[in-house]
């Protein structure tokens, strides 16, 4: 094993970070419970940060200056420069009161993949949506209760997902072309392999392996989605581990949001941890593109 280094990165204490980006040598990141996106720069430590006035679940970038993002309101854009929100879709409004935006990401062809939450816990009460290139909004997988990690292969013949509650990375047949899922297969148990909290946000690595964090687990696995097997453990100092991120030089850092657990108390819950030296590299991310920009 390589000689691994973990730190923290930035000032910020999140109540609750989430949904990691790498994007134009920044990390993009959301705080849900304290209602804000924030810029990280990983160079420096320094930090732009937006209030959004909401619960918010999840960003991407765009090919532009702005955002998309998810959260209590729904999909909306989000310029930085102003302020403004415009909004896109909140399909589950009416019909699922409790329900709020959580992960999400964009595919190798730029449509963007948002999930909702039950916030009361609900089983099989929310769903998983596609935004097209074209701004259309469809429902593309349904009865989840905690919409989490999403990515896709290198082939962008797979996609792989996350519904918390049952400890699972599910691997879908990708129409990259088309983005449209095909059948699916259960590629990683968690209960399997005996791991210590839930699976809750994921990434890939150049090799196709998975990356998971471990809310309420204090732990990112290394999972192969071929055999489920458990490839590598990498414990932190911070029970509630989120998400997860390559980035910096060579996509070859680690970035990791964390949360602050309700009872315990942790001199960096809420900090984003880096975690060096896993002579391991990332893909690049993808953004949305821009429909009504290009």
């Not at 993002?69 to 929100?85: E, H, M, N, V």
Request: hydrophobic residues 35%; contains cysteine.
């Amino acid at each position: 094993m390589k000689d691994i280094k973990i730190s923290t990165v930035g000032t910020r204490f999140s109540k609750w970070g989430e949904g990691p980006i790498y994007w134009e040598n920044h990390l993009l990141y959301v705080d849900i419970e304290g209602h804000c996106l924030i810029r990280l720069n990983p160079e420096n430590g320094t930090e732009e940060v937006w209030e959004t006035g909401e619960r918010i679940g999840t960003v991407v970038p765009t090919q532009t200056s702005d955002f998309i993002c998810a959260g209590d309101s729904g999909i909306y854009r989000f310029d930085p420069l102003d302020g403004k929100k415009t909004f896109l879709a909140d399909p589950e409004a009416n019909k699922r009161p409790d329900n709020r935006f959580n992960d999400g990401k964009c595919d190798p062809s730029g449509r963007f993949w948002a999930g909702t939450i039950s916030t009361v816990k609900k089983e099989g009460d929310a769903n998983l949506y596609q935004l097209d290139c074209l701004g259309k909004l469809s429902l593309q997988i349904s009865g989840v209760t905690n919409s989490n990690g999403i990515c896709w292969d290198a082939s962008k013949t797979e996609m792989y997902y996350i519904d918390t509650p049952t400890k699972k990375v599910v691997a879908y047949e990708y129409d990259d072309p088309n983005g449209k899922l095909g059948s699916s297969r259960t590629a990683v148990n968690f209960a399997d392999l005996d791991a210590e909290g839930s699976p809750d946000g994921m990434t890939i690595d150049r090799d196709g392996m998975l990356w998971v964090a471990m809310c309420h687990g204090g732990a990112v696995l290394r999972v192969n989605p071929e055999s489920g097997e458990l490839l590598q453990k990498v414990e932190l100092p911070c029970v509630e581990t989120t998400a997860c991120a390559f980035g910096g030089e060579n996509l070859s850092r680690l970035f990791v949001t964390t949360g602050m657990h309700k009872s315990l108390v942790e001199e960096n819950a809420g900090k984003i941890f880096v975690i060096d030296g896993l002579g391991i590299s990332g893909v690049p991310a993808f953004p949305y593109q821009d429909y009504h920009k290009s």
